[in-house]
Structure formats: C-alpha cells, structure tokens
C-alpha cells in the first residue's frame, strides 16, 4: 500500500487543522493506522492510531483531547483532526499503516507516508 499525507502548514496556536491520509494499491481496511510525528532534532514519536474498523483509538498524552484519529475505509483514508494546537506540536507528521493490531510503536509499522509539515506559530 502507498500512502500520502497532506493538510498540514501554517497555524496560529489555538487553531485547527486536518490531516489526511489518503492509501492506494490496497484497500486500507486492511490495515491498522497510526499517525506519527517528527520535531526538528527530535526522535520521531507516536501521535495516534487506529485499529482497522475504527472500533479502537489510542493517543499520546500530550495530544490526548485535542486530536482525534478517523478513518472512512470505503474511501481510503485515514484523518487526524487536530484542535488547540500548540507551538509544540509543530513537526512533520507521518502516516503509517500496519497489519494485525495497532501499536504504538513506529517500528511495528510496515508502511510509511512521505509526512506533511504542521508549523504552528506562537
């Protein structure tokens, strides 16, 4: 399966964004998601995922609240709302598909998008 991020760029802090994660060359009902995200400097971390019939989500703490993981398998893609962004949660954020159970941890994943720049501004 490929896989594409996009709807990042440029927030004030306090604002929203959406992610989209758009699968081709295989069904992503297929597949587990999870969305990651990578600071300057930083280790890439675990952000959100989703298990393949939308009947389990899980987040990271610090975004726990503000974001919230979906997934429309009849169309393909996966989307991560992102709400009271904060200056921190600036990265570049990845997409990651997986068979068998979601997981938390980025080397689980098989399959990975190319990621969209989130920037948000203080």
């Known amino acids: 399966v490929q896989l594409q991020a996009s709807g990042g760029g440029l927030v004030q802090a306090g604002g929203s964004l959406r992610l989209s994660c758009t699968a081709s060359g295989r069904t992503v009902s297929a597949y587990a998601m999870g969305w990651f995200r990578q600071a300057p400097g930083k280790e890439r971390e675990f952000v959100a995922r989703i298990s393949r019939s939308s009947s389990s989500t899980y987040y990271a703490d610090s975004v726990k609240g503000r974001f919230t993981v979906s997934r429309n398998n009849a169309e393909n893609m996966v989307f991560l709302q992102m709400s009271s962004l904060k200056p921190e949660d600036t990265a570049v954020y990845y997409c990651?598909?997986?068979?068998?159970?979601?997981?938390?941890?980025?080397?689980?994943?098989?399959?990975w998008g190319q990621g969209t720049q989130v920037t948000v501004s203080s």
């Open positions: 990651a598909a997986k068979s068998g159970l979601p997981s938390t941890v980025s080397y689980d994943y098989e399959y």
